[in-house]
């Protein structure tokens, strides 16, 4: 069925559909293997955890096992588990693996962690198909592309205001483009995929207030929905073709304000947005990463001791003071992930913002506690004026002594103008992937994801 009149949702399916590997620059494709080698050892850190554990079982349990894939196609490995589960159910459980440490990948002018949802779409269609990793890479890169001109376009400060969370309601954008990028839909059926992704579109920011677990299934929610998209498209099913900007029920007048439909794919092939992408070095909202910067920037430079602080004030741009600004002291492990107050006393006490100091017993520490120094949080009109290209901060410690030190960060460790070293990406990898496998195992897996363009079938990682 050809779908008529040209719209932004078509155009943008127009470009998806025709960009191929040799348009796309080796700098984009390179920035891609970081990408895919952060965003699996994110997922194999998330494996280790016990409530990952169970909704493995639980799934597996729905699914009845490995299903039965059609011909030529094999059952994708959940990360980390050894063992096989059906396609859409193994990228469900992979996406929420990948989100749940807070350590995967996040892009600034759109705030989506596209790593999370469109890298376990994409390995997971490509085992399934048995493409190369070539293929893979492309697909990650026009993924990435989609849901950060998205986020761009629909001003995503005020997407994020009206309470919904881009990374899924956006990624599934990117999810359902790279899955359809690999079962080569034609344009008609990638504009079908996207219309049938956005009436998919769903995730909400309701869990700060209580600290629910439910973020990371956002990420598995949004893989899960695009690829479905992209397979049901394939199938025959229609999809609106002007989802984005319909006036009634489309995504952008849904969900935001003052939106721009021309960014969409306005210099589509001129620049690429994941080499825009920051990594994060540590386990927590990405808005918290300049405060972490500079307490430790200062704790290094005076040899500070956290019973030497008074109290904090961090100047910073309104959204970190929404999402991490509360006063209390968190309950739960994701809401240790989203307190500015929290991330600064282990900071200041451990040194570190590392997975184990957002675990449970670190936060439930009476003397970690009793030491926190109070912090107080402001917008200001400097920082929200730079939101989202800088996501930075001021921050002023007040000591015991009536010395007040102050340290400005504009862009945090990880950010492309401040990026992790390529010895600093494999350690984190490291780090997350270690317990998941034997030492050897891993190392050959993140050998082979570096050479990914030289790999023949992404069935032969060894996931």
């Known amino acids: 069925m050809s779908l008529q009149n040209e719209t932004p949702t078509r155009t943008l399916a127009r470009f998806i559909s025709n960009t191929p590997s040799s348009k796309i620059p080796t700098s984009a494709m390179e920035k891609a293997k970081e990408c895919v080698l952060d965003a699996i050892g994110c997922g194999l850190g998330g494996a ?26 094999i059952a994708p490995l959940a990360w980390g588990q050894n063992a096989r589960m059906p396609l859409l159910v193994s990228v469900l459980f992979n996406g929420i693996l990948t989100h749940t440490l807070e350590l995967d990948d996040v892009h600034r002018s759109s705030k989506i962690h596209a790593g999370t949802v469109i890298i376990p779409a994409t390995i997971g269609v490509g085992e399934n198909l048995g493409v190369t990793g070539l293929e893979v890479l492309r697909a990650v890169v026009i993924g990435y592309e989609v849901a950060h001109r998205l986020g761009a376009a629909i001003n995503v400060s005020e997407h994020r205001t009206r309470g919904w969370h881009s990374t899924a309601t956006l990624g599934v954008f990117g999810a359902a483009a790279s899955a359809g990028v690999l079962l080569g839909l034609t344009e008609d059926e990638m504009t079908s995929a996207l219309g049938l992704a956005g009436t998919q579109s769903s995730g ?44 009634d029920g489309g995504l952008f007048s849904a969900t935001s304000h003052h939106y ?35 307490v430790l920037s200062l704790k290094a430079e005076h040899g500070l001791k956290t019973d030497q602080v008074r109290d904090v004030e961090i100047e910073t741009y309104g959204v970190a003071k929404k999402q991490c600004g509360s006063e209390e002291w968190p309950t739960s492990p994701n809401a240790a ?16 913002a590392l997975a184990k100091q957002f675990s449970l017993k670190r936060l439930e520490d009476k003397e970690l506690q009793l030491k926190a120094p109070p912090v107080e949080i402001r917008a200001t009109k400097e920082f929200d004026e730079k939101y989202p290209g800088e996501w930075g901060c001021r921050i002023h410690l ?66």
């Open 204 to 247: 909400l920011w309701a869990f700060l207030a209580d600290g629910a677990a439910n973020k990371r299934f956002h990420a598995g929610m949004a893989s899960h929905h695009g690829v479905l998209s992209a397979e049901l498209a394939q199938a025959g099913l229609t999809g609106p073709s002007h989802i984005l900007e319909a006036p």
């Open 337 to 352: 992930q989203f307190s500015m107050r929290y991330g600064v006393a282990v900071a200041l006490t451990d040194g570190q």
């Open 48 to 73: 280790q955890d016990e409530m990952n554990r169970n909704i493995f079982r639980r799934l597996n349990e729905l699914s009845g096992g490995c299903g039965m894939p059609g011909a030529g196609r």
């Open 260 to 294: 721009d439909f021309d960014a969409v794919t306005r210099r589509w092939g001129e620049e690429y947005l994941i080499e825009g992408i920051s990594i994060k070095p540590y386990a927590c909202c990405r808005s918290m990463h300049a405060a972490i910067d500079a």
């Open 398 to 463: 007040s000591l015991e002594t009536g010395t007040t030190l102050m340290k400005t960060v504009t862009f945090p460790k990880g950010d492309p103008e401040n990026p992790l070293s390529h010895r600093e990406l494999r350690e984190k990898f490291y780090s997350l992937a270690e317990g998941s496998a034997p030492q050897g195992r891993i190392r050959t897996l993140a050998d082979m994801i570096e050479n990914l363009d030289h790999v023949a079938n992404v069935r032969d990682l060894p996931l």
